[in-house]
T-cell receptor, first 113, second 114 residues
Framework: AQSVAQPEDQVNVAEGNPLTVKCTYSVSGNPYLFWYVQYPNRGLQFLLKYITGDNLVKGSYGFEAEFNKSQTSFHLKKPSALVSDSALYFCAVRDLGGNKLTFGTGTQLKVEL | EAQVTQNPRYLITVTGKKLTVTCSQNMNHEYMSWYRQDPGLGLRQIYYSMNVEVTDKGDVPEGYKVSRKEKRNFPLILESPSPNQTSLYFC?????????????FGPGTRLLVL
């Protein structure tokens, strides 16, 4: 069975500092990996995904994620955080042949002035 | 505008009173899915549909029903709601089920069952 772990319930960072939101996964075979963001009272918005190829994936709003196969990780990063980045972030995984998208429990990102 | 819509956005009901949450997409997507979001548990899949008249259970299907009579619509039915179904519900769709397809989510329906 596939699974996703987001080890931090909350991440706090000062505006202007780099941010990292961690995600590790478990699937059989090669994974497809996704990051979504949820702003208060809104649905989930797609940020970026890893399919194959370059391990560094660039997405919306200046976010990027690094795929590391040996560590089975897909951490979300941004070089300089903004207060408006404060939101709930979800990592998700699907295996190569599967039709099921499995989500992590989410990480609340709080960016303070 | 390409989107997934859900109605109602907010609903308060009482135990045992049947309700339906509608979901519609205008992207001609084959795959649609329902999730519930609960604090500390993330999103869990309730039911999904690979295409018209093809539906299957997700991880937490108990107490829910779905139907897919048209490609664009995928309603979620609670025949006899109970307080443990109080949750935030999301509908999602994608072009097809697997591979690298991105799922697009509706705005959510917040349900309170008293």
């Amino acid at each position: 069975a596939q699974s996703v772990a987001q080890p931090e319930d909350q991440v706090n960072v000062a505006e202007g500092n780099p941010l990292t939101v961690k995600c590790t996964y478990s699937v059989s075979g090669n994974p497809y990996l996704f990051w979504y963001v949820q702003y208060p009272n809104r649905g989930l918005q797609f940020l970026l995904k890893y399919i194959t190829g370059d391990n560094l994936v660039k997405g919306s709003y200046g976010f990027e994620a690094e795929f590391n196969k040996s560590q089975t990780s897909f951490h979300l990063k941004k070089p300089s955080a903004l207060v408006s980045d404060s939101a709930l972030y979800f990592c998700a995984v699907r295996d190569l042949g599967g039709n099921k998208l499995t989500f992590g429990t989410g990480t609340q990102l709080k960016v303070e002035l | 505008e390409a989107q997934v819509t859900q109605n109602p956005r907010y609903l308060i009901t009482v135990t045992g009173k049947k309700l339906t949450v509608t979901c519609s997409q205008n992207m001609n997507h084959e795959y649609m899915s329902w999730y519930r979001q609960d604090p500390g548990l993330g999103l869990r899949q309730i039911y999904y549909s690979m295409n018209v008249e093809v539906t299957d259970k997700g991880d937490v299907p108990e107490g829910y029903k779905v139907s897919r009579k048209e490609k664009r619509n995928f309603p979620l039915i609670l025949e006899s709601p109970s307080p443990n179904q109080t949750s935030l519900y999301f509908c999602a769709s994608s072009l097809w089920a697997g591979g690298s397809e991105t799922q697009y989510f509706g705005p959510g329906t917040r349900l309170l069952v008293l």
